[in-house]
């Protein structure tokens, strides 16, 4: 689905932002430096690139938010890569409801060597944050650290309705 108001994405994106959030903030420091594998990605890397990839991917848009660079190593701190996720999130919402209207959802922008209205490049953004989010859960429970639910409970938060997990 093509966002086409911008009221439909700053929804979607408010609560797909706080999921990210509540992902990142259940990290560790030390878990940062988990891998799935040996040649994969750490679990620092992932939510690096959660935060870096708002900035890289919107500024196709012609949208100026503030940069982060995706080709920069990941901080070794939650709190660091938190402060930075949460900063160009804020800000991305900001400049979308200031600088764009609904009708700019339908104009073409050049993205990855394909033309894309801005609507469904806001709808990539938003995947592309459930997708690495995915992969992040995997990577904690490898790391043994506490998975949050975010469409549902999981399995550590079972406990807390009184219940088994399911399997």
Known sequence: MQYRTIDEFIKDWGFESQATIKIISSLTDASLKKKAYKEG??????????ATSISEMIRKTGLEIYFLDPESDNPDKVKEIMDAYEKVSNELTEKIQSDWTDKSLTEEVEMYGEKWKKGEALESLVKHQIHHRGQMT?????????????YGPSKEEWKDYGMEPQR
């Not at 990605?41 to 959660?50: D, I």
């Open 41 to 50: 990605r750490t679990l620092g890397y992932l939510a690096w690139h959660l």
């Open 138 to 150: 995997v990577y904690m429970r490898i790391a043994g650290v506490f998975v949050p639910g975010i």
